[in-house]
């Protein structure tokens, strides 16, 4: 008997863009159709707060950790095969580190070459994060004032590039002037490619999302010209902090949303200060038995997000994660992540019993594959 494939389908755009919300909205959506779906994650490094994000909505997920997807390609293959241990997914959704790009050549042409009789490769599909976009996508008289270097803001524009189509993000936030610029914006990038505006939050244009992944009509696999010494460079300006944080109330109730919010508030607001720090995403979760909540600062210019609500308070032991990626020294980086985390605690009375903290600049991609055509 002939095996059904898997549908891959590979979720692109920058640090904060939305890609996790966009995710899990497109993993729900497909629950309800009856499928079984497998969702891919993916860090530098471990302890990710978009694994326990997803899991605490339910779903199955697997983690590629230590590497992005295409330097660590035959993990990436394991994960999505494990998947397939009690029954064959329909869907796998994978999201690459939001510094990522390149991945047409090293992630989507290998699997489709090397792995075409599992796994069907679904059009490319690309979020554009609107807070940046506006400030990266040079306007008329070209001038830089997005606060990342060139070589950061090359990995931006890159990773727009090789999409099947593209996503405007946070539809929900934007007026119809700013996406019918954004359009414009984006067009100039790539001028026949699809653009659909899109609020993975709100679930609006998800639909027309589905509509590509499920109804491809192009796939055009848009190779780059790109030179990883740039790409290199922009990838380690950023500073890239995971820390995890187990602490405790004892029998007094704690407001996790109240604690997530605090403490990625207290975070932007040192790297601000500092005026040292371009935040690219700061994440905070906090995870009491199986209530989660998370909080995230996308951009130096934007409010705290509640990414997840957790809606009530919990008691005894709550685990805490703090992912930060702002280009700034990743030390002075761990240094108010910690300092967030303690200051906040102590404001309640809450006991930090222990603190663990990697941080790191990434290092140069060396993907396993890189296939041209
Ligand atoms: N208002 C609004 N917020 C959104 C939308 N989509 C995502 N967000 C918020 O944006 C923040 C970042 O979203 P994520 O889905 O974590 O972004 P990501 O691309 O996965 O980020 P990285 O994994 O760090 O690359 C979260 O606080 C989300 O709640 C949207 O459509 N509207
Ligand atoms: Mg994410």
Redesign the pocket.
């Known amino acids: 008997m002939k095996k059904e494939k898997i549908k891959f389908v590979l979720v692109g ?10 995710v899990g909205e497109l993993a729900k959506r497909y629950s309800a159709q009856g499928k079984r779906v497998g969702i891919i994650t993916n860090d530098q490094t471990e302890n990710l707060v ?1 694994t326990q994000n997803l899991r605490s909505q339910g779903f199955e997920v697997g983690e590629v950790s230590g590497a992005c997807f295409c330097c660590s390609f035959d993990d990436l293959v394991a994960t999505a095969e494990e998947f397939s241990a009690d029954q064959i997914p329909d869907v796998v959704l994978a ?1 690459p580190v ?1 510094s990522c790009t390149d991945l047409v050549a090293t992630v989507i042409l290998p699997l489709q070459q090397l792995l075409g009789e599992r796994f069907d490769l679904a059009p490319f599909g690309v ?1 554009l994060k609107p807070s940046h976009g506006k400030r990266i996508l040079a306007d008329a008289a070209g001038e830089r004032k997005s606060g990342f270097s060139p070589q950061a803001e090359y990995i931006f524009r890159k990773q727009l590039e090789e999409a099947d189509y593209l996503m405007i ?5 934007l007026e119809d002037g700013e996406v019918a610029e954004l359009r414009e914006r984006l067009q100039a990038i790539a001028e026949d490619v699809p653009v659909i505006p ?5 679930g609006e244009g998800v639909d027309l999302v589905m509509a590509r992944i499920d109804h491809p009509s192009t796939t055009s696999r848009r190779l780059l010209d790109i030179d990883y010494d740039t790409y290199a460079e922009g990838e380690a300006e950023l500073g890239w902090v995971n820390l995890t944080a187990t602490v405790t109330a004892g029998d007094e109730p704690i407001d996790l949303d109240w604690l997530t919010q605090s403490v990625v508030d207290r975070c932007a607001n040192a790297v601000i200060e500092a005026e040292e720090g371009q935040i690219a ?1 700061l ?1 905070v979760s906090a995870l009491g038995g199986d209530t989660q909540s ?1 909080a ?1 600062v ?1 951009s130096n210019d934007s409010g705290v ?3 997840l609500a957790a809606g009530r308070e919990v008691t005894g032991n709550v685990q805490l994660i703090v ?1 930060a ?1 702002v280009a700034m020294d990743p030390d002075n980086l761990e240094f108010a992540c910690r300092d967030a985390v303690a200051f906040v605690c102590n404001q309640r009375g809450l006991e930090v019993k222990s603190v663990t903290a990697h941080s790191l600049r990434p290092g140069r991609p060396t993907p396993t594959h890189r296939m041209v055509r």
Do not use: I
């Open positions: 755009g920058f640090l904060g863009a939305g890609k996790t919300t966009l978009d999201e939001g979020l993000g946070r539809l929900d936030q899109v609020s993975p939050k709100s995403h994440k998370v995230n996308v997000d509640v990414g992912n990626r």
